[in-house]
Nanobody
């Protein structure tokens, strides 16, 4: 079983920045993708960004150019740097790990952007 622990959420004004972290532990052998999803109240969970095992990064169009994603394979940790935050970025952000066809999820961290 894989455990994911997220940190770094909080309240920030529009235009500000936050950095989310997600550390994986437990039954880790060969991680494929690590990434982030988010869910705003009343909405479905949506893809934000991911980084593959080879370091390729993919972003949703809504965050491209504002967010960056990186991973430290030695620490089994993924980071999401969020800049130029907008009120519409307000959501619970979930860490996701894909390993041998299975998905693991973190408990979520709240990001609130005030206007």
């Amino acid at each position: 079983q894989v455990q994911l622990v997220e940190s770094g959420g909080g309240l920030v004004q529009a235009g500000g920045s936050l950095r989310l972290s997600c550390a994986a532990s437990g039954s880790i052998s060969s991680i494929d993708d690590m990434g982030w999803y988010r869910q705003a109240p009343g909405n479905q969970r949506e893809f934000v960004a991911r980084v593959t095992s080879s370091g390729t990064t993919i972003f949703d169009a809504s965050v491209k150019g504002r967010f960056t994603i990186s991973r430290d394979n030695a620490k089994n940790t993924v980071y999401l740097q969020m800049n130029s935050l907008k009120p519409e970025d307000t959501a619970v952000y979930y860490c996701n790990l894909k390993q041998m066809g299975y998905d693991s999820w973190g408990q979520g961290t709240q990001v609130t952007v005030s206007s």
